[in-house]
Structure formats: C-alpha cells, structure tokens
C-alpha cells in the first residue's frame, strides 16, 4: 500500500454560490451547481469545466483558487493528460508542436483552460460539451458529465474523433484523466491520509517523464512525490482525514499521478494512461470508438468523530 503524508492548512480560496436546496443551480456567472444529501459540487465550464468547489457535509475539499489555471479545483484532462514530452506530438507522418506551458513540456492537455458548453442537465447531474480545436490538429469533441449521489459524485470523460475522409480510418491517439487538488487539512480532524494499491511506479526521469522503467511501489509513506503508478484494473483509493471524512475514489482509468510536494494539497490523478502517453502507449480514437474513462468518489464519516454540519 501506499501511504500519503501530513502536512499543514491549505489558503481557502472561497466560492460564493447559489442558495440551498436540493437539486441543479444555474449561477449568472454560468456556473452550475448540483447537490444531494451530504454533496454540494460548484461546476464552473467557463473555467475549463472544473470542479471550482465540492463540500462534503460542509466541509470543502479543494483547494478553491490559485494564480495559475494548473493549481486549483478538479478540471479534466483531455486531450492528454501530464506533460507531453518536448511539447511535440508525432502521429501520421507529421510532427504537431504545442504551446510549451511546462516548458519544455505542454502540460494537462487542453480542456482545463477552455470554456464548455452545457449540452444537458436535471435535478442530479450536468453534461458538457467541449469541441477540440487549435492548436489540436484532430477534429474531435469531449464530453464530461457529473452526477451527484446521497454521500457521492461520479464524474466521466468521453472523447470522440469527429475526423472525416481518409484520415478519419487510421483514428488520433488520446488521453483522458483527471487532476483534483485536495486539501491536506479541512479545519477539522487530523491532516490527509492516502492509501492505495499499485502494481508499480514509473521511473521518473530529470525532465519529469517516466524513462520507461518500471520499479516497486514503496511500502512506506515517501513524499515529494511527483510520480505515476500503475493501477490495472482501475484504481482503488482511500483518502481519510482523521476524526473528519474518510472518502473512497475509484476509477477506470489504468494509470494514477500522485502529486504531493505542495505542502497544503495532495493531488491523486487517475488517468488512462501515464505522461508522455501519446507517444509512448497511444490509444487511439476513432469514429465510432471513442475513449471513455469514469471515476467515483464517496465518502462517510470518519471514525473518531462526525463531519461538520451541512
């Protein structure tokens, strides 16, 4: 298993949003809000369609604002997910060259800085629409959809070629993940704990790609980890804040990034595949067969002591 490590109180960015209540709040700001019994989930597609805030029985979760777009909520990441080496993409003969915004890299893909369109939405969940554009040479869109649960949100990516002509056959290669920023600490209980089973670790090498290596996973608690694991099968992950809410997050995504030197927030990223994937294990997408990838998480109070009071 693997263990995470305590650290201290995070800033908190506050979100202002709709009045209470059960069920979806559109904002004038575009936002949209969905709620049940113990989840109150602000969705902001202006904003890359992120999750801006999620509070669990009142107590917040994510680290709600940062100077940069990469640093605060939960966005997707679509088209690729983690750095993409050298900010170059090698598909049909041709070399595709991005904005280095992790130089030398390009960094989380391109949603998370894009505004979404609401394409549906009811008193439980919200779909949006992204369509891929330039810099992305492949026509295609994204589709992300949340849903709310009594104690629970289960969100999910879909991306579909839309190419037309010959190029259409031999599809585009895609990633699709997430990047939550987590709170260390919620004000009340013990600091974050994270445990999960991984088959292995990536090597990561001095430019923060893996080297294609495939080492044990520790056993132990390391930190100032940057890393990817392998998770087979889907991830299993248990995240608890002593004496506050433990929460369970699940995915089917094969792949998950552990990012945990920021001393306030801890951020675990299923993804479907590891960083720089497009070019080392590319899945494509074509007409017809898009790629889909779904996490869950849910939670329930901690032993030693309820959660606050929504």
Not at 11 to 36: K, T, Y
Not at 240 to 249: C, E, I, K, N
Not at 290 to 303: D, G
């Amino acid at each position: 298993m693997i263990d995470g490590v305590v650290g201290v109180v995070g800033v908190d960015g506050g979100v202002v949003g709709a009045n209470g209540g059960a069920g979806a709040d559109g904002g004038v700001d575009g936002s949209v809000r969905l709620r049940s019994e113990g989840v109150d989930a602000l969705i902001l597609p202006g904003q890359g369609c992120r999750l801006g805030s999620l509070r669990a029985h009142g107590l917040e979760l994510l680290r709600t604002s940062a100077p940069a777009a990469t640093d605060w909520g939960s966005y997707p990441m679509v088209p690729w997910a983690g750095r993409m080496g050298g900010a170059r993409l090698s598909h049909g003969r041709r070399e595709h060259v991005f904005p280095a915004d992790a130089a030398p890299h390009a960094i989380h893909g391109l949603g998370y800085r894009a505004a979404w369109r609401q394409i549906a939405g009811d008193a439980e969940s919200a779909s949006f629409e992204l369509l891929l554009a330039d810099p992305w040479p492949f026509a295609g869109r994204v589709e992300q959809t949340f849903t709310v649960l009594r104690d629970g949100l289960v969100t999910e990516l879909r991306i579909e070629s839309t190419q037309a002509g010959p190029s259409a056959a031999t599809g585009w290669p895609a990633q699709a993940g997430w990047h939550p920023w987590f709170r260390r600490e919620l004000g009340v209980g013990g600091p974050l704990e994270l445990s999960f089973a991984a088959a292995w670790q990536e090597e990561r090498g001095a430019d923060h790609l893996p080297t294609g290596r495939r080492m044990s996973p520790p056993t132990t608690a390391v930190g100032f980890r940057d890393d990817c694991f392998g998770t087979p099968g889907g991830l299993d992950a248990t995240l608890t804040w002593p004496g506050a809410l433990r929460m369970r997050m699940t995915s089917d995504c094969d792949y998950t990034v552990v990012y945990d030197m920021p001393r306030d927030h801890v951020c675990v990223e299923p993804q479907t595949g590891p960083p720089n994937g497009l070019a080392t294990l590319p899945r494509l997408v074509e007409p017809g067969r898009p790629l889909s990838a779904t996490t869950a998480w849910t939670w329930v109070a901690a032993p030693g002591g309820p959660p606050a009071a929504s």
